[in-house]
């Protein structure tokens, strides 16, 4: 099934219920969204600069009140979901997995889509560490969330190819959780602790325009390939209960994936609307033109990480596949 399949098959089903009498068009619908920092969640952002919930919701007869949270780390994401505070959460495969694992039976918390391709470095201003083998007992790496972010994650997975499976934890004593702005100000000023910073997009280009700033692995690097590293997820109650709502953000996703495809300088200026970013325009524009950044909905080396967490014993349930932990309509895809 094409994406553009993915859109219309949706329509489709929000036609019928428009039109069935089963939903009150005078009611006013509510969707609550998390997003994150950072310009890997540039398809929400498009969302947001071009009201296209709210432009799918009119035409299939729906008022929708749209909310919009900024949250960071995975953590703080995930608590929001199943507390029942926000319904569409954004965040890394990591938290997805953790989420997916502890609700299944109950709220059954699985993907919607990924956000697309975007390598995440693992940054440091010690000249003496080249590898993770040279972080020392002093030193401090921030990340989003300690032992949750995919961050986090890719930090394990790194330790455990590097000091063997047992190992695998071995660094997160000396992570600590900082949102990325934070994190990125902290390894710059070298004034704090701080000596290293698993990081995102453009928080991590941001920091080594810095003299001092150098990278020591990357996440491609680490798992063996590209990776689609953030998704956005939901309960299986939200989708069952919100059948037209969840339909109408599925349509606004592909658009706005669509729109940045086709012009990914006018969702640079997308995101410097919504977000208020103080960063250069031109810098923005030369990071989501980089070959090794998409913006695709289709997971890729996912799978890889959900093997890893459950061989550590981090999640209980095995996935037979990544369909596992993504919701039927994305099924068609040839994700992994």
């Given at each position: 099934?094409?994406?553009?399949?993915?859109?219309?098959a949706?329509?489709?089903?929000?036609?019928?219920a428009?039109?069935?009498?089963t939903?009150?068009?005078?009611?006013?619908?509510?969707?609550?969204?998390?997003?994150?920092?950072?310009?890997a969640?540039?398809?929400?952002?498009?969302?947001?600069?071009q009201?296209?919930?709210?432009?799918?919701?009119?035409?299939?007869?729906?008022?929708?009140?749209?909310?919009?949270?900024r949250?960071?780390?995975?953590?703080?994401?995930?608590?929001?979901l199943?507390?029942?505070?926000?319904?569409?959460?954004?965040?890394?495969?990591?938290?997805?997995l953790i989420?997916?694992?502890?609700?299944?039976?109950?709220?059954d918390?699985k993907?919607?889509?990924?956000?697309?391709?975007?390598?995440?470095?693992?940054?440091?201003r010690d000249?003496?560490?080249?590898?993770?083998?040279?972080?020392?007992?002093?030193?401090?790496?921030?990340?989003?969330?300690?032992?949750?972010?995919?961050?986090?994650r890719?930090?394990?997975?790194?330790?455990?190819?590097?000091f063997?499976?047992?190992?695998y934890?071995?660094?997160?004593?000396?992570?600590?959780?900082?949102?990325?702005?934070?994190?990125?100000?902290?390894?710059?000023?070298g004034?704090?602790?701080?000596?290293?910073?698993?990081?995102?997009?453009?928080?991590?280009?941001?920091?080594?325009?810095?003299?001092?700033i150098?990278?020591?692995?990357?996440?491609?690097?680490?798992?063996?390939?590209?990776?689609?590293?953030?998704l956005?997820?939901?309960?299986?109650?939200?989708?069952?209960?919100?059948?037209?709502?969840?339909?109408?953000?599925?349509?606004?996703?592909?658009?706005?994936?669509?729109?940045?495809?086709?012009?990914?300088?006018a969702?640079?200026?997308?995101?410097l609307?919504?977000?208020?970013?103080?960063?250069?325009?031109?810098?923005?524009?030369?990071?989501?033109?980089?070959?090794?950044?998409?913006?695709?909905?289709?997971?890729?080396?996912?799978?890889?990480?959900?093997?890893?967490?459950?061989?550590?014993?981090a999640?209980?349930?095995?996935p037979?596949?990544?369909?596992?932990?993504?919701?039927?309509?994305?099924?068609?895809?040839?994700?992994?």
């Amino acid at each position: 099934m094409s994406l553009t399949t993915f859109r219309y098959a949706g329509l489709t089903l929000l036609a019928l219920a428009a039109t069935g009498g089963t939903q009150d068009a005078e009611a006013s619908e509510r969707i609550r969204i998390a997003e994150q920092f950072g310009i890997a969640y540039l398809p929400l952002q498009v969302i947001q600069d071009q009201e296209l919930i709210q432009k799918y919701a009119e035409d299939a007869g729906l008022d929708v009140d749209v909310e919009w949270r900024r949250l960071s780390g995975g953590a703080a994401v995930n608590d929001a979901l199943l507390s029942g505070s926000i319904d569409i959460a954004s965040a890394g495969v990591g938290p997805l997995l953790i989420a997916w694992d502890r609700t299944r039976g109950n709220l059954d918390v699985k993907a919607i889509a990924a956000l697309g391709h975007a390598p995440n470095f693992l940054l440091t201003r010690d000249p003496e560490v080249q590898s993770i083998e040279d972080f020392g007992p002093e030193d401090r790496i921030a990340l989003p969330a300690v032992g949750v972010s995919v961050q986090a994650r890719f930090l394990q997975y790194a330790a455990a190819n590097t000091f063997g499976a047992e190992e695998y934890d071995v660094l997160d004593r000396q992570t600590l959780s900082l949102p990325h702005p934070d994190a990125t100000a902290a390894l710059i000023s070298g004034g704090t602790e701080i000596t290293g910073y698993f990081s995102s997009i453009p928080y991590q280009y941001q920091a080594l325009k810095h003299e001092g700033i150098h990278k020591v692995t990357d996440s491609y690097e680490i798992l063996g390939g590209p990776i689609t590293p953030v998704l956005v997820y939901a309960t299986d109650r939200f989708r069952t209960d919100n059948p037209e709502l969840y339909e109408v953000f599925r349509a606004a996703l592909e658009e706005a994936s669509e729109i940045i495809e086709a012009d990914r300088d006018a969702a640079v200026d997308a995101f410097l609307r919504v977000t208020g970013s103080g960063l250069d325009r031109d810098f923005l524009s030369g990071l989501v033109n980089d070959p090794q950044i998409d913006f695709t909905l289709v997971p890729d080396n996912t799978y890889s990480l959900a093997e890893f967490l459950y061989q550590v014993g981090a999640i209980e349930h095995r996935p037979e596949s990544w369909q596992d932990y993504f919701f039927d309509e994305a099924h068609a895809w040839e994700g992994s």
